[in-house]
């Protein structure tokens, strides 16, 4: 029990370590930088859920059969984790992408809707000639 105790004394340090250094600097981020941002991300959610899965062994007659918790808490937060930084990256990506799109300012709602109704006349008006049949027995 003492050896897991400073192994959770040693990752909690080591989390805060890397937390100070990953959100110093908000400006220009490289690929590793953003790697490391979600890999802490993971860790830490995997790390408060080990605490929460420790924290429900105080409920328990016999703490000692229950030390699963303490894992599955940590697999729960890992993967809590793995959603937080995959929702990130893909709000990331959709930014990315309205950022660079080139949107005409006049070419608003009302004006997309009458070059919709232009475009569906002259269609129309271009179409061929339906034929239809019909049986009766």
């Known amino acids: 029990m003492k ?10 340090l080591s989390i805060c370590l890397v937390f100070s250094n990953a959100y110093a600097q908000q400006g220009d981020s490289s690929f590793a930088q953003e790697s490391l941002k979600d890999i802490t991300t993971i860790a830490g959610l995997g790390g408060v859920g080990a605490v929460l899965g420790l924290s429900t062994l105080s ?23 793995v959603g937080v930084v995959a929702y990130s990256q893909a709000s990331k990506s959709q930014n990315f ?7 005409d300012p006049e070419f608003n ?11 569906r006349e002259i269609v129309q008006t271009k179409s061929a000639n339906q034929v239809n049949f019909s049986f009766k027995f």
């Open 59 to 81: 409920f328990v007659e016999e703490p000692g059969d229950h030390l699963q918790n303490i894992v599955v808490g940590g697999a729960i937060g890992i993967i809590i984790g």
């Open 97 to 103: 992408y309205q950022s660079s799109a080139k949107v």
């Open 109 to 119: 709602s009302s004006s997309r809707y009458a070059w919709h109704v232009a475009s």
């Open 3 to 12: 050896t897991l105790m400073n192994a959770l004394k040693l990752l909690t």
